[in-house]
């Protein structure tokens, strides 16, 4: 993670911009969590043998374990500034959301994160939209593409 701080004024000119994470393993044992968190409990997600039976070979990943893997996969992009002054940056909601590949159990993933737009909304409230891209590594589809917004509080 690089220490480097920007104002919110000059990441308004990265719009366009792509940064990229490091790779994350999505394991059994995050899959069963996440199942025990939201009460989804389909066997195609936490029984390896029945799912071992359908077409995806073996368990997968929530869609929305994968969606959730944001705030995980933001964090772990090499050398991503800190926005100065910030207070606090909250979730607001998603314009498009795909699950297009499923994730496999013990698979890795990362994220590409492209900055499509920033406003200010009001004074010390600004609202972000960025493409969201969940890659698995050595797959040629994603696993999902996801535009998503968020609230910058400076």
Same mark, same amino acid.
């Not at 366009?16 to 899959?31: A, F, K, L, P």
């Not at 933001?74 to 991503?80: A, F, G, L, R, Y």
């Given at each position: 993670?690089?220490?480097?701080?920007?104002?919110?004024?000059?990441?308004?000119?990265?719009?366009?911009?792509?940064?990229?994470?490091?790779?994350?393993?999505?394991?059994?044992?995050?899959?069963?969590?996440? =199942?025990?968190?939201?009460?989804?409990?389909?066997?195609?997600?936490?029984?390896?043998?029945? =799912?071992?039976?359908?077409?995806?070979?073996?368990?997968?990943?929530?869609?929305?374990?994968?969606?959730?893997?944001?705030?995980?996969?933001?964090?772990?992009?090499?050398?991503?500034?800190?926005?100065?002054?910030?207070?606090?940056?909250?979730?607001?909601?998603?314009?498009?959301?795909?699950?297009?590949?499923?994730?496999?159990?013990?698979?890795?993933?990362?994220?590409?994160?492209?900055?499509?737009?920033?406003?200010?909304?009001?004074?010390?409230?600004?609202?972000?939209?960025?493409?969201?891209?969940?890659?698995?590594?050595?797959?040629?589809?994603?696993?999902?593409? =996801?535009?998503?917004?968020?609230?910058?509080?400076?």
């Amino acid at each position: 993670m690089s220490n480097d701080t920007i104002s919110i004024n000059e990441l308004a000119t990265q719009i366009g911009q792509e940064r990229v994470s490091d790779w994350v393993e999505v394991s059994q044992e995050m899959i069963d969590k996440f =199942a025990d968190a939201t009460g989804d409990h389909q066997f195609i997600h936490v029984n390896p043998q029945m =799912a071992a039976m359908t077409p995806f070979g073996g368990t997968i990943a929530h869609g929305f374990l994968t969606l959730s893997l944001m705030p995980l996969l933001s964090s772990k992009v090499p050398d991503q500034p800190k926005i100065e002054g910030v207070k606090m940056g909250v979730n607001y909601g998603g314009n498009k959301v795909r699950f297009i590949t499923p994730v496999r159990s013990g698979k890795r993933v990362r994220g590409r994160f492209k900055l499509m737009e920033l406003i200010e909304k009001r004074p010390g409230q600004w609202q972000q939209t960025n493409e969201f891209t969940v890659e698995i590594e050595g797959e040629d589809k994603p696993a999902l593409i =996801a535009e998503w917004i968020s609230q910058i509080f400076v």
